[in-house]
């Protein structure tokens, strides 16, 4: 009696041909979350830091250097950042591709610190209600983020409560980037 077999040889061919297509997509799946993780931790150290010197910035450049800067920016405009604004949209969008690609989202932990941190940047604002005073306020034309980005340079501690709460967030962020996500300590 012949020996029968489930697959003939070419069924085994397709089979083999589409076990190494399934393996080596998994290896490329695995090589592609693990790259965008590592892109991400590098790039979120690099703006963590950079949110850090912000506050630095703040608390210890003095106001007649930070109001020159915002000066030169502004010139004549009634904003300094319609470029930046459209750069950092698209740099943000790649910031979460990362992430999903990264298969590390996790999304209670996203929606908290989304909703926690657009209302912290809120709540951050609201402390320039007071009118500025007119040797701080800019010169013509003024646009409403014209004069809130006056108000905040002349009055950087304003919202301490907000800019300690970043800070915080901003320290922990770090330790945990450079603990956990790069294994440093």
Known sequence: MAKTSLFNNKDRGTLLILALTVWGMGKIISFTFNMASTILKVLM???VIQGLIKFY???FVKYDVRRKRLDKSYGNNTS?????DNIILVILALLITLLFISDNMEYLSFITGLYVGATLIQVYFHQFSDPLP???APSQPISPIKMMSYGIQAFPKKPWKELLFLTVIFLWGLYMLLSKGFGLF
Do not use: E, G, M, Q
């Not at 300094?80 to 930046?84: D, E, N, V």
């Open 45 to 47: 150290t690099l703006f």
């Open 57 to 59: 910035v703040f608390f």
């Open 80 to 84: 300094a950042t319609k470029y930046f």
């Open 134 to 136: 007119d040797d701080k």
